[in-house]
């Protein structure tokens, strides 16, 4: 795992290596930049931090060139097949292997198959190759997002990296705040793709490459999407088929020259990745999980049972408050953007603890999307019966579920009952969003100031959810457009960049089996009887691993990956709650109204209401506002 970065346009080798610097947390192994002027009258920059984990030798460092200087590239993640088209590559007689790098083989690739590559590559990827024959610049990023890729176009100049934090490095782009971006992430809780939260710089498309020739963009257009492709097959076939895929893809991201280990919380999802990574070694695997005090937050006892079940080699940390609200001020600032997905800091003290004993992880990310998971696909069901009640028992539910008294506790009874009735208050595509997200479009409209309510071009800040929707065809069923909604918008922009940003701020590569394309294809050829059975989720995974694993941890409810926020919100964090969001640190932008945020605060404190989502999301705001402004 890597940091890339790079232009071709305007810019000199200064910016290149100021660029590359920012990155050096993702590689702490080695960095390396190539700069000239080009043929082409436009100037290319390639750089790389390396975190070296497949030849660790010098010879695979970045940029990388092909044998006669035509070819360079810079790489960012992994090619889980790359010996088997190595030795395709090698049967042709063409090429001669200087490494034993996948990024050797993904360089000739593109030298053999053009933009026709990405059939053949299986992996997580972020990557740019320069051409020095045509001047052509290639920007991809993998089908499912794992690895991030931004880039800006200013007039005839193309720069991107892996960061945000890199590309403000260069002279032509700007640190100005998109306003559409800024009430997308009001919303979200981060700033979705293909926005970010500069107007100068976007995200490229999981699944899609650019094309940069001669001062401007040639094609932008995806290599793979996601379809659903039912297909009649049986429980048992496909049982035996999800096995088979599971092993293999969890077998393939075993590979690596460095130390290797699994995240283990004791949910289902980590608890599979750990019996298939265990089932795959012949020695017993590391596997890791934290735990805290506060035990509605706790998950260490079913680690612990599930690694004694496997016979791994388990690690385990137990932390206190104290511990997360020391890593507070350093995480927002580590952040390019305002993430408020607070489950970011044990996942960030996760990986610090991980990364002592290993530099490869593998995690379980992608199950509850694939499979709907998530107690909010459950509540689908409530929700249609709720939707053809009277508009008067609507009233009266909202009344009920303001009665049900404040709880600090993790997703507790007032908090779920609040954010369901929320997400009735636009149109259904975007309900699942309301309830996942932190400020509604009525919140927003109190909350935002005048100016930047007239700068928006999407009011309602959930606009992405209507264009991703149009990509389906009319035919796809409401759940199948559910779960393309998670795909392209929670598991892109809030899990997988959680993850990324926690463990390669630790010099951490994790790895998802589960978002293996073979197996998002076959999850989503699968009926939805296979998925969601009555009340419960990922009913063909809980099947398959029956008996695997203990049983308790199949049987038992899901439980997030969070903290005691709500409670810290009126003691711990109070303090840092005041000073951020006092009338004078909002004025330093004017972008909020004081006095909302004022009743917010007042509200939270008093115990009349649970306030968290909502002001941990203009906290971190804050925060970041004040390190990168």
Same mark, same amino acid.
């Given at each position: 795992?890597?940091?890339?970065?790079?232009?071709?346009?305007?810019?000199?080798? *200064?910016?290149?290596?100021?660029?590359?610097?920012?990155?050096?947390?993702?590689?702490?192994?080695?960095?390396?930049?190539?700069?000239?002027?080009?043929?082409?009258?436009?100037?290319?920059?390639?750089?790389?931090? +390396?975190?070296?984990?497949?030849?660790?030798?010098?010879?695979?460092?970045?940029?990388?060139?092909?044998?006669?200087?035509?070819?360079?590239?810079?790489?960012?993640?992994?090619?889980?097949?790359?010996?088997?088209?190595?030795?395709?590559?090698?049967?042709?007689?063409?090429?001669?292997?200087?490494?034993?790098?996948?990024?050797?083989?993904?360089?000739?690739?593109?030298?053999?198959?053009?933009?026709?590559?990405?059939?053949?590559?299986?992996?997580?990827?972020?990557?740019?190759?320069?051409?020095?024959?045509?001047?052509?610049?290639?920007?991809?990023?993998?089908?499912?997002?794992?690895?991030?890729?931004?880039?800006?176009?200013?007039?005839?100049?193309?720069?991107?990296?892996?960061?945000?934090?890199?590309?403000?490095?260069?002279?032509?782009?700007?640190?100005?705040?998109?306003?559409?971006?800024?009430?997308?992430?009001?919303?979200?809780?981060?700033?979705?793709?293909?926005?970010?939260?500069?107007? *100068?710089?976007?995200?490229?498309?999981?699944?899609?490459?650019?094309?940069?020739?001669?001062?401007?963009?040639?094609? +932008? =257009?995806?290599?793979?999407?996601?379809?659903?492709?039912?297909?009649?097959?049986?429980?048992?076939?496909?049982?035996?088929?999800?096995?088979?895929?599971?092993?293999?893809?969890?077998?393939?991201?075993?590979?690596?020259?460095?130390?290797?280990?699994?995240?283990?919380?004791?949910?289902?999802?980590?608890?599979?990745?750990?019996?298939?990574?265990?089932?795959?070694? *012949?020695?017993?695997?590391?596997?890791?999980?934290?735990?805290?005090?506060?035990?509605?937050?706790?998950?260490?006892?079913?680690?612990?049972?599930?690694? =004694?079940?496997?016979?791994?080699?388990?690690?385990?940390?137990?932390?206190?408050?104290?511990?997360?609200?020391?890593?507070?001020?350093?995480?927002?600032?580590?952040?390019?953007? #305002?993430?408020?997905?607070?489950?970011?800091?044990?996942?960030?003290?996760?990986?610090?603890?991980? +990364?002592?004993?290993?530099?490869?992880?593998?995690?379980?990310?992608?199950?509850?999307?694939?499979?709907?998971?998530?107690?909010?696909?459950?509540?689908?069901?409530?929700?249609?019966?709720?939707?053809?009640?009277? =508009?008067?028992?609507?009233?009266?539910?909202?009344?009920?579920?303001?009665?049900?008294?404040?709880?600090?506790?993790?997703?507790?009874?007032?908090?779920?009952?609040?954010?369901?009735?929320?997400?009735?208050?636009?149109?259904?595509?975007?309900?699942?969003?309301?309830?996942?997200?932190?400020?509604?479009?009525?919140?927003?409209?109190?909350?935002?100031?005048?100016?930047?309510?007239?700068?928006?071009?999407?009011?309602?800040?959930?606009?992405?959810?209507?264009?991703?929707?149009?990509?389906? #065809?009319?035919?796809?069923?409401?759940?199948?457009?559910?779960?393309?909604?998670?795909?392209?918008?929670?598991?892109?922009?809030?899990?997988?960049?959680?993850? *990324?940003?926690?463990?390669?701020?630790?010099?951490?590569?994790? +790895?998802?089996?589960?978002?293996?394309?073979?197996?998002?294809?076959?999850?989503?050829?699968?009926?939805?009887?296979?998925?969601?059975?009555?009340?419960?989720?990922?009913?063909?995974?809980?099947?398959?691993?029956?008996?695997?694993?203990?049983?308790?941890?199949?049987?038992?409810? =899901?439980?997030?990956?969070?903290?005691?926020?709500?409670?810290?919100?009126?003691?711990?964090?109070?303090?840092?709650?005041?000073?951020?969001?006092?009338?004078?640190?909002?004025?330093?932008?004017?972008?909020?109204?004081?006095?909302?945020?004022?009743?917010?605060?007042?509200?939270?404190?008093?115990?009349?209401?649970?306030?968290?989502?909502?002001?941990?999301?203009?906290?971190?705001?804050?925060?970041?506002?004040?390190?990168?402004?």
């Amino acid at each position: 795992m890597c940091g890339i970065a790079g232009f071709s346009g305007r810019g000199t080798e *200064d910016d290149l290596l100021r660029m590359i610097r920012q990155l050096k947390h993702r590689g702490p192994d080695f960095q390396g930049g190539w700069w000239q002027p080009g043929r082409f009258d436009a100037a290319v920059g390639l750089g790389h931090a +390396r975190l070296s984990i497949i030849d660790l030798s010098s010879g695979a460092n970045q940029p990388f060139f092909n044998a006669d200087q035509t070819i360079g590239i810079v790489f960012n993640g992994e090619i889980y097949n790359y010996l088997s088209l190595k030795e395709e590559l090698q049967q042709s007689g063409k090429y001669t292997f200087r490494t034993t790098s996948d990024t050797e083989v993904l360089l000739y690739l593109y030298e053999e198959y053009g933009e026709d590559l990405f059939g053949k590559i299986n992996g997580m990827f972020a990557f740019a190759i320069y051409d020095f024959r045509t001047g052509k610049t290639l920007l991809a990023r993998d089908r499912m997002g794992k690895k991030p890729l931004h880039y800006s176009i200013k007039g005839d100049t193309l720069i991107y990296g892996s960061e945000p934090k890199s590309l403000l490095q260069h002279p032509l782009v700007s640190k100005t705040i998109s306003p559409d971006a800024l009430n997308a992430y009001l919303t979200f809780e981060y700033v979705p793709t293909p926005y970010s939260i500069y107007q *100068d710089i976007q995200k490229l498309e999981p699944g899609h490459y650019l094309l940069f020739e001669k001062g401007q963009v040639t094609a +932008r =257009k995806p290599f793979w999407t996601v379809q659903f492709n039912h297909q009649p097959i049986t429980f048992e076939t496909a049982l035996n088929r999800f096995d088979e895929l599971l092993n293999d893809a969890t077998a393939s991201r075993l590979v690596a020259d460095v130390p290797l280990g699994v995240f283990l919380s004791g949910g289902l999802d980590s608890s599979t990745i750990a019996y298939y990574a265990q089932k795959n070694s *012949d020695r017993p695997i590391q596997t890791f999980s934290i735990g805290f005090k506060e035990k509605s937050y706790d998950e260490a006892d079913y680690a612990r049972a599930v690694a =004694k079940h496997l016979g791994t080699d388990h690690h385990e940390k137990v932390l206190t408050a104290r511990d997360s609200l020391d890593l507070l001020p350093g995480i927002a600032t580590e952040l390019d953007e #305002p993430f408020a997905d607070a489950s970011i800091i044990p996942t960030y003290l996760l990986s610090q603890f991980t +990364r002592e004993q290993v530099t490869v992880a593998l995690g379980g990310d992608g199950s509850d999307e694939l499979l709907a998971g998530y107690p909010t696909f459950t509540s689908d069901y409530v929700r249609g019966v709720y939707g053809r009640m009277p =508009k008067l028992m609507h009233s009266l539910a909202n009344r009920v579920a303001e009665l049900i008294p404040v709880s600090d506790n993790n997703i507790s009874l007032d908090f779920k009952a609040k954010q369901f009735l929320k997400g009735f208050q636009e149109k259904p595509a975007y309900t699942h969003t309301l309830w996942l997200g932190s400020f509604s479009p009525a919140q927003k409209r109190s909350l935002l100031s005048a100016d930047v309510l007239a700068r928006l071009t999407d009011r309602t800040g959930l606009g992405l959810i209507d264009k991703h929707l149009a990509n389906l #065809p009319a035919s796809t069923s409401a759940f199948d457009q559910t779960s393309y909604i998670y795909y392209m918008t929670y598991l892109l922009d809030d899990i997988l960049v959680k993850v *990324d940003r926690a463990s390669m701020y630790n010099s951490l590569e994790v +790895r998802a089996p589960f978002l293996d394309y073979r197996i998002v294809d076959f999850a989503n050829s699968l009926p939805e009887s296979f998925k969601r059975k009555g009340l419960s989720g990922k009913y063909i995974l809980k099947a398959l691993m029956r008996n695997k694993i203990p049983n308790e941890i199949i049987d038992r409810p =899901k439980k997030g990956f969070g903290i005691p926020l709500s409670q810290w919100l009126r003691n711990e964090l109070k303090p840092l709650c005041n000073e951020l969001l006092s009338d004078a640190s909002l004025q330093q932008h004017g972008l909020f109204d004081p006095a909302y945020v004022r009743q917010l605060q007042q509200e939270h404190y008093a115990g009349k209401q649970n306030h968290r989502k909502l002001l941990w999301t203009l906290m971190v705001f804050q925060q970041w506002y004040q390190h990168y402004h």
